[in-house]
């Protein structure tokens, strides 16, 4: 009987912790038309050694696109790398359909450990 409350109760505990890491990813912005071309931003040199580029891009805001000019950012961690956020698309194939924004984030890397992150411009934080 212990073995199963202790089952039981690990199983709402770990549920309970999923639920927010589902929220996360099912959150977001939807819109109705997709973002304008890129902006162009030349990538100065690093302010410091492990710094990593991270593109600019659009964010949505109030019913427009606001461009977020890139920048850089140290790594919270060692090997870190960044993953530039996108907008993504789920339409008809008519260009009709809804836009969604996936955010960028930093992941384990192999192989690059300092120097420039690279992505579209319009593919950012």
């Known amino acids: 009987m212990k073995q199963m409350l202790l089952a039981a109760a690990l199983a709402v505990g770990y549920a ?3 639920v927010p890491a589902l929220a996360q990813v099912s959150v977001g912005i939807y819109v109705q038309f997709g973002p304008p071309a890129p902006v162009y931003q030349p990538v100065p040199p690093p302010p410091a050694a492990y710094s990593v580029w991270v593109p600019g891009y ?3 805001d109030d019913g427009h696109y606001e461009w977020v000019a890139g920048r850089y950012q140290l790594p919270p961690y060692s090997g870190a790398l960044w993953v ?5 698309h789920h339409g008809n194939g008519h260009g009709h359909g809804e836009w969604y924004w ?3 984030h930093w992941s384990e890397g192999h192989g690059h450990r300092h120097g420039h992150g690279h992505g579209n411009d319009d593919d950012g934080g």
């Open 58 to 60: 659009y964010r949505f």
């Open 102 to 104: 996936v955010p960028g």
């Open 84 to 88: 530039p956020g996108y907008w993504g």
């Open 16 to 18: 309970a912790s999923a």
